[in-house]
């Protein structure tokens, strides 16, 4: 019975998680991170009238307060209910350590104004939050610990290095994203696949403010598709529901290049950024969790071999 | 176990975490006295920009000098005027309630005969001295969810009185790129703030993030010769000593535009600008 509501709860957790980073994304779409311009309280007041920008801050401040606290209830559950496993409940107090640092550098960002530093570390580390609940429950799913997946020693150190190395690079390019979104460089590049009606900006149009990062971000998006597919290709030799799963996290992939394209030529329109913010959480996620089971299912081959 | 075996499903749980992706289709200072709001409602409606030319004289400048010449002129829009952009203030009911249907973008006001409104003209090289900051605050005042005036200029060290007069909330905050930023919470109507901008700069922009359609202008130059265009695009920048300047207009869509001009003591010189789209 503990094991079936731990299994559940923590799902739920981390579902939540997910809704706050959209939360959160509505927040920077909407251009409305300084319409509370004080922190921890809104207006000098717990519940403001939530008219314009306030509706996104301050829902966004009560989403996290909500989310915090069930990161915290899950860690006491975690404690008090699972016997053992010192890894889960290690990173379930990581989850509620991390968010409660999210939660004070978004009032930092706050109040110094949104500087593009904090704000885009703010971005990161909520997906680390988000990852990092989804390993807890991950962790607790039914036969976890009997994880074992059959594979030669070599197409299982092909497998989980694709898959690491592409889901590193996830990570870096939805930082690049952060500190895009952050320093308002979004639509720096007016134009895609074009870049200022060629294929790649001159010299004198990278030396542009804003060009440069999102060039960047370009460029990364390109290189995270090619990682993706190879990390696709390994997990497609594998049963399922690895191979399912690496199949749809080609085809998020895609979708999330389509997403950030339908930004630029919508003008940064607020549905598509934030779910071009959402498709790339999934895709981070899914990476991470298929590079933890990987690890996990081969480790009696990585560890002899 | 092994993989036809396997009990554990990372399907499910991916799942999980995708639940949230249902939700995307919903988806539509400084700490000194200047800081502290004040409660009295300030009377009267903002001063015109070009007023402070007058202040700064009766302040006496402290090396700068003053003059009886003046630039006046008219600024017209050459072309096709560009289709107002229209936005609701839905997002708030107060806001919809002052302004019923759709409200026109204050970016591009033209009057019937081209004249156009919102530029901030100023001299932008030529003057030499330093000037006091006038005793008069410049005020910018939310009114109706929009700011009044839309643009306006002071004198660096110039008091800038902001005021509510709104029964809702506003936030106001600066995005300077010279001067130091705020963003202040205005939740009361009749609130007033004092704040001021200590370097040149311009423009800085204003806006309020409650409302996403609010913004305004601040231009902030070291001397009192400057001035804002009026409804029907004229502008005229007074008390200037003779010399040679050069005049600058901004305009927050059409960009700037340069000219130069020479004043002897007691000259008016015209000085019109022609601004175009996309020029």
Redesign the interface.
């Known amino acids: 019975m503990p094991e079936a509501f731990l299994r559940i709860g923590t ?2 957790v ?3 998680v ?2 706050l ?2 939360a959160g994304a ?1 927040v920077t779409s ?9 922190w921890p309280l809104s ?2 007041k717990v519940m ?2 939530m ?5 996104y ?1 301050h829902g966004h401040r009560l989403v996290a307060a909500a989310v915090s606290t069930l990161v915290g209830l899950e860690l006491g559950a975690l404690l008090f209910l699972l016997k053992g496993r010192k890894t889960v409940k290690r990173l379930a107090a990581l989850a509620f350590i991390a968010i409660l640092l999210q939660a004070l550098l978004g009032g930092l960002t706050v109040l110094f ?1 949104l500087p593009p530093a904090i704000s885009s570390a703010h971005a990161a580390l909520a997906e680390i939050v ?1 990852a990092l609940t ?1 390993v807890v ?2 962790m607790c ?4 610990e ?6 030669n020693a070599e197409e299982a150190r092909a497998t989980l290095r694709w898959t690491v190395l592409a889901t590193v690079a996830i990570y870096l390019q939805i930082v690049l994203g952060a500190v895009m979104r952050h320093t308002g460089a979004g639509l720096a590049i007016p134009d895609f696949p074009t870049s200022f009606g060629g294929l790649l900006p001159t010299f004198e149009e990278i030396s542009r403010p804003g060009v440069p990062i999102h060039l960047a971000h370009r460029l990364g998006a390109a290189v995270v598709v090619v990682l993706v597919f190879l990390g696709a290709k390994a997990l497609s030799g ?5 191979a ?2 690496g199949a ?1 996290w080609a085809g998020l992939v895609c979708l999330q290049a389509f997403l950030g394209a339908s930004s630029i030529w919508s003008g940064k329109a ?2 598509l950024t ?2 071009h913010l ?2 790339g959480a ?1 895709c981070w ?2 990476g991470v ?2 590079s933890v ?1 990987l690890a996990a299912g081969f480790s009696d081959k990585l560890g002899r071999d | 176990m092994t993989g036809s075996t396997l009990r554990f499903r990372l399907a499910p749980l991916c799942a999980a975490v995708l639940v949230g992706a249902a939700a995307l289709s919903g988806c539509g200072g400084k700490d000194d006295d200047e800081d502290r709001p004040k409660s009295s409602r300030a009377a009267g409606a903002p001063k015109d920009a070009a007023a402070p030319a007058a202040s700064a004289a009766e302040s006496g400048p402290a090396a700068g000098a003053t003059g009886a010449a003046s630039v006046t002129g008219k600024i017209v829009f050459d072309g096709a005027v560009p289709a107002a952009e229209k936005y609701k203030m839905s997002a708030d009911a107060f806001c919809a309630k002052s302004h019923p249907g759709d409200v026109n973008k204050e970016d591009v006001v033209v009057a019937a005969d081209k004249g156009l409104a919102n530029v901030f003209v100023y001299v932008k090289t030529g003057i030499t001295g330093t000037y006091p900051a006038p005793a008069t605050a410049a005020v910018i005042d939310q009114k109706g969810c929009t700011y009044h005036p839309h643009v306006f200029g002071v004198v660096t060290g110039q008091n800038i009185e902001i005021l509510n007069s709104d029964p809702t909330l506003h936030n106001i905050h600066s995005l300077p790129e010279k001067n130091e930023a705020f963003n202040l919470g205005m939740p009361v109507q009749g609130m007033k703030y004092t704040k001021k901008f200590d370097k040149p700069e311009v423009m800085v922009r204003i806006k309020c993030d409650v409302h996403g359609w609010m913004s305004a202008f601040c231009g902030v130059v070291a001397h009192p010769f400057f001035a804002v265009t009026a409804a029907d695009g004229t502008y005229t920048i007074k008390n200037l000593p003779a010399g040679t300047y050069t005049i600058e207009a901004w305009h927050e869509k059409f960009g700037t535009q340069t000219q130069q001009v020479t004043v002897g003591a007691t000259d008016s010189k015209a000085v019109p600008f022609t601004f175009k789209a996309g020029a």
Do not use: H, M, N
């Open positions: 799902r739920t981390a579902a939540c997910f809704l980073l959209i509505l909407t251009q409305s991170g300084l319409a509370v311009p004080d207006y000098g403001p009238p008219v314009g920008g306030i509706l801050e104004l988000f989804a429950a991950l799913s039914k036969g976890w009997d994880l074992r997946i059959s594979s594998l049963r399922s529901p690895f399912t799963l749809a607020v549905p934030v779910a959402a498709v999934l996620v899914i969790l298929l089971a």
